[in-house]
């Protein structure tokens, strides 16, 4: 497994504006999946994108990757005040799966009201 | 549908306690279970992965050791804690190719 690091490490918006996280890795990957987690619970999955695939949307949620700068961003359109969360990539290598999952330490989105 | 449970949700313990933190899953069988730790201002830190009954890894040395007695049954245990062992504790299972089920965590703070 390896670890991925999110940039920025926190974002302040406003509500209504368009949030972009990304997220850079080192190694060859299978998918790369990204979490939200909101303040002292568990971590959701949001999203899955595989090695070969450039882009994926789910609702206002949109994930590029770019295996080649071994990077992916995250797009989050028309921000809510519900959107404040901390979220977080997880790549995961090509060949791995068992060992798990590993996170940085995320980005923490607060959305401005 | 699938179902991940851990408790508790906050333990406060004293230095030198012994430490039980429990997560049960339902609705899968032989999941691959996981637990991470994740410190104030730092990352998720796997720290026990398990693809079986019996079978643990460790990512890293710790104080801390766990435990599968049952296949959906996941144990993280200390016979001492250190004030270092404070952080906030994550159950987790799934298949990595597709996606992890995090449980609602707990709040471990040593005193």
């Known amino acids: 497994s390896q670890q991925g690091e999110e940039d920025p490490q926190a974002l302040s918006i406003q509500e209504g504006e368009n949030a972009t996280m990304n997220c850079s890795y080192k190694?060859?990957?299978?998918?790369l999946q990204w979490y939200r987690q909101n303040s002292g619970r568990g971590l959701v999955h949001l999203i899955l994108?595989?090695?070969?695939?450039r882009e994926k949307h789910s609702g206002r949620l949109r994930v590029t990757l770019d295996t080649s700068k071994k990077s992916s961003s995250l797009l989050i359109t028309a921000s809510r005040a519900a959107d404040t969360a901390s979220y977080f990539c997880a790549p995961l290598l090509s060949g791995g799966g068992a060992d798990g999952l590993t996170f940085g330490k995320g980005t923490h989105l607060i959305i401005q009201p | 549908s699938q179902t991940i449970h851990q408790w508790p949700a906050t333990l406060v313990q004293p230095v030198g306690s012994p430490l039980s933190l429990e997560c049960t899953v339902e609705?899968?069988?032989?999941?691959?279970l996981y637990w991470y730790r994740q410190a104030a201002g730092r990352g998720l830190q796997l720290l026990f992965y398990s693809v079986g009954i019996g079978q643990i890894s460790s990512e890293v040395p710790q104080n801390l050791s766990a435990s599968r007695p049952q296949d959906r049954q996941f144990i993280l245990s200390s016979k001492k804690l250190l004030l270092s062992d404070s952080g906030f504790y994550l159950c987790a299972w799934g298949d990595t190719y597709t996606e992890a089920f995090f449980g609602q965590g707990t709040r471990l703070t040593v005193v």
């Open positions: 609705g899968t069988s032989n999941p691959n």
């Open positions: 190694t060859s990957i299978n998918n």
């Open positions: 994108i595989r090695s070969n695939e």
